[in-house]
Each structure stands twice: as structure tokens, then as C-alpha cells.
């Protein structure tokens, strides 16, 4: 049986494009490995009754303006600790690097939208008391690294 020069071209084609497909997933992996994302844990504490302003403020606007500066969320929480519920909120958001985080929170600042959000947000008074920020990378057992 003789196979015609189109399906044998088909056949070639089609491995070539797996192998590359290999390449580039292997390469990919490789760029994860070499260069883990930045973890940034946030913690917000506002001044009394104003977890609500500031709660509208990042589902409303702050997300978002992250989002166009390169900042990625991840996971947003109040907690339940009776001294902390009212007046606090800690998050999550990821960099491709420290040095982009620098990048992205100096863009964000100077951002025109951030600034008439924020001054539109405190027009009845100042929202944020206090901001503690660390930055942290994934253990190689973390469950998101795998």
C-alpha cells in the first residue's frame, strides 16, 4: 500500500506541531520555576465604621485599577475575630516580580482613576487608619505551586 505525499506531509505536520507543543509547555515550566511569582499579604485597618467605605472602594474601583497596573488579586477576606470584623480587611494579590510590584504600586499611585476614586471614597472622611504589607513566594509544597 502506498500512502500519498499529502497524508504523509499531514503526518509530519501534525508530530511537528506536537513536539512544538512540547517545547513551549517545558519552556513555560521552566519560567515558572525560574521565576516565581511575588505574594503580597495586605492588611488594611480603618478608622471605626468605615470597613464599609473602604469595602465599596475595592469592589467598586481598586481591583480593577490592580488589574490595569499589573497587579493580580487573589483572595480577599474580613475576619471573624470579634476585635478585627468591623474594621478590617486582608488580601492577596501576586506580581510577576518584586521589582514589577514597585513598578505597578508607583502606576497605581499616580493614576488618575485611583485618585478621584480615593478622594471621591474619603469626601466624608478618612477611610485607613493603618496598611501592613508582606511579600512572600510559595513553598515548593504549596497545593497553588504544583
Known sequence: MQLSTSVIA???LFTLAGVA???VGESRAQEKKAAPRI???RTYTTLEGRLPALNARFRDHTMKLFEKHGMQNVMYWIPTDEKLKDNTLIYVIS????AAADVSWENFRKDPEWVKARDASEADGKIVAKVEAQ????TDYSPVAK
Open 135 to 138: 511579600y512572600m513566594t510559595l
Open 21 to 23: 507543543g512540547y517545547f
Open 10 to 12: 499531514g503526518g509530519v
Open 39 to 41: 505574594y503580597e499579604l
Open 95 to 98: 506580581h510577576a516580580s518584586r
